[in-house]
């Protein structure tokens, strides 16, 4: 078989070693993909499926049949499909090197396939000296059609035997439990994001955050482009976004929102409402917990995405009742029960640790302890389930901060001061965990998201030995798990021109495969059931699966911080009132009467 003579091409077209992007539009009959096609064609698991299945018999072919001639063109679209679903960068060199031919060869039909647009190439220095390759439009095109009709084949070929009904039993790279699927690694856009400086992001800085820092260099591949993030403590953060609001043009692509603040990052006109500036189903809404994609509404209209759904939880050592042959701490009672026997002073053991700083710590944790006895902060109207705080419009509620149950939260945390560490005083979300985590504290409050402080340490006292439960209720209250976290939002202020790549990259860092990864990479916090009910995620953790079973009960309640635009204010009053309280200054009826006084004027006051 003679060769003809290929024609004259120009080199710094195509040469694979030199940049210059092809376009997602293959150059022969086919038109464009529509973005919404070639997102389907990406999430479709038979691709992933077939990419595997190929490799491992091209493989088996190559090594079992001597002579035998590799498929060059095969083969590197394999790898590169392959690499492209597990989020690996893909050179050019690697491209060659997984062809299986020579050098010089692979090179040539390395071309071929960029020649017929197969291949996009995106810069990875500012130079564009150095180059990284990924799936075009069309090869996806081409590739799922492939898939389906392997698929169709496999499955005429392995059906599987007869059932007694005359069916078959079909199975094909999946499983056959409801439920189990695992998520496929992150995956680049199929197109990058063309933001000038970069993408922008401003976030808190916790464990789940500085996750998504770390896995930046991996990000900036999926997404196509640098990414900048800025992390602060939870008041600097809220201080950050309303000061980015008052700048003609927004610093940051997306923020971070605490679940409390969006009613009044709502009201001040801080974040856009979502459907003004996407297709809302691109989100899957029905995969979030349900409590926590709540929580990004007003008005009904979603305002951000959940990056993080963390509930409060009581971490308690199960070794500790075990030995001791006492019940989990399920309820008040079986708190100061539980603290009362572990609290031990000169063994430098103590009963309980929590939020006691002053300001948003304590003030946070008032809200949620009244919870726990059934208590709103607000005069919220009682549903079934809890109460309502869907519908936060209205500019007439009133504070329940003096109320019975209310004041049966501040004695009981009054209580709690005799079997706490003798600094519980000046304690907040992480000094809490410490002294659990290292085995002087029997019961801890804590956030999910700080379960890795322990979880991931073996060296830890905690490791391994900790139970997880709601918040332990009150006699007129019920189980629940205050749900905490962040959303991601788009800020009013972003340039029209940013907005759709912003928008692409709220959905990549939200999606099931992000939420995944920040899980393996040591995040204990997953905002959607498909991520707790992946199975590779549940070895890493009991918390997933327990909180994707308090999501099904209803325990998940984001209504004991309702996000009124004044929420913050009222946290800062609680925080400093409960706090006098805790040091004797004042009694338990004089703090809540003066908390009450100053919710009632606070909500009083026109949010501007």
Not at 290 to 302: L, Q, S
Request: contains cysteine; aromatic residues 8%.
């Amino acid at each position: 078989m003679t060769n003809k003579r290929r024609p004259t091409r120009n080199t710094q077209k195509t040469d694979p070693m030199h940049h210059d992007p092809v376009k997602l539009v293959h150059s022969g009959q086919n038109g464009p993909v529509s973005a919404k096609a070639v997102a389907a064609m990406v999430d479709s698991p038979d691709v992933l499926r077939v990419v595997t299945l190929l490799q491992g018999i091209s493989t088996e072919i190559d090594n079992g049949i001597e002579p035998s001639t590799a498929n060059p063109h095969l083969n590197m679209l394999l790898h590169l499909l392959h690499s492209h679903f597990e989020g690996r960068v893909v050179s050019p060199s690697a491209m060659v090197s997984a062809s299986g031919v020579p050098y010089a060869t692979g090179t040539r039909k390395l071309s071929e396939l960029m020649d017929a647009g197969f291949i996009e190439q995106r810069p990875r220095t500012k130079s564009g000296k150095s180059v990284s390759l990924h799936p075009s439009a069309h090869l996806f095109e081409v590739f799922s059609q492939v898939a389906d009709r392997i698929d169709r084949i496999a499955q005429d070929a392995y059906g599987g035997a007869r059932r007694t009904d005359g069916a078959r039993d079909y199975y094909f790279g999946g499983s056959y439990q409801p439920g189990q699927t695992m998520i496929a690694p992150p995956r680049a856009l199929p197109q990058s994001l063309k933001l000038a400086g970069g993408l922008r992001i401003l976030v808190h800085g916790d464990p789940t955050f500085m996750v998504m820092e770390n896995l930046k260099r991996q990000f900036e591949q999926i997404v196509g482009t640098d990414i900048h993030q800025r992390a602060f403590s939870i008041d600097r953060l809220r201080e950050e976004a309303l000061r980015n609001a008052t700048r003609s043009r927004s610093r940051y692509d997306l923020i971070a929102v605490d679940l409390p603040w969006l009613g009044e990052f709502v009201k001040k006109g801080v974040i856009r409402p979502l459907p003004d500036v996407m297709d809302v189903a691109r989100l899957e809404p029905s995969d979030f917990h349900t409590a926590g994609w709540r929580a990004t509404h007003w008005d009904e209209v979603p305002y951000g995405v959940p990056s993080q759904t963390t509930p409060e939880l009581m971490f308690y050592r199960k070794d500790w009742f075990a030995e001791a042959g006492l019940e989990p701490p399920h309820t008040i009672e079986r708190v100061i029960e539980a603290a009362r026997h572990f609290n031990n002073p000169r063994r430098g053991r103590y009963g309980v640790a929590w939020n006691a700083a002053r300001g948003t710590a304590l003030g946070h944790t008032f809200m949620m302890t009244c919870a726990a006895f059934g208590q709103p902060i607000i005069d919220l109207p009682e549903i079934a389930g809890g109460y309502d705080a869907d519908h936060l419009e209205r500019d007439d509620f009133r504070p329940m901060l003096d109320s019975s149950r209310a004041r049966e939260a501040a004695e009981y945390l009054m209580e709690l001061m005799q079997f706490s560490p003798p600094d519980i005083l000046s304690m907040s979300w992480y000094e809490r965990v410490r002294p659990y985590a290292a085995g002087s504290v029997a019961m801890a409050y804590g956030y999910t998201l700080l379960a890795p402080y322990f979880e991931l340490d073996k060296s830890c006292a905690a490791h391994g030995n900790t139970g997880y439960l709601p918040h332990p209720h009150g006699p007129e209250g019920a189980p629940i798990a205050p749900v905490g976290g962040y959303a991601l939002c788009i800020p009013a202020n972003l340039a029209e021109e940013r907005i759709p790549d912003a928008v692409e990259a709220l959905i990549a860092f939200t999606s099931p495969a992000a939420q995944k990864l920040y899980a393996q990479e040591g995040s204990r916090t997953a905002p959607r059931y498909s991520v707790g009910a992946d199975p590779e995620v549940r070895r890493l953790s009991p918390i997933f699966e327990l909180v994707d079973q308090m999501s099904w009960r209803d325990e998940l309640q984001f209504w004991p911080r309702p996000p009124v635009p004044q929420i913050s204010d009222i946290i800062t009053v609680c925080g400093n009132e409960l706090h006098d309280m805790l040091r004797g200054l004042v009694s338990p009826a004089d703090a809540l009467a003066s908390a009450q006084a100053k919710a009632e004027a606070i909500l009083r006051t026109p949010v501007t």
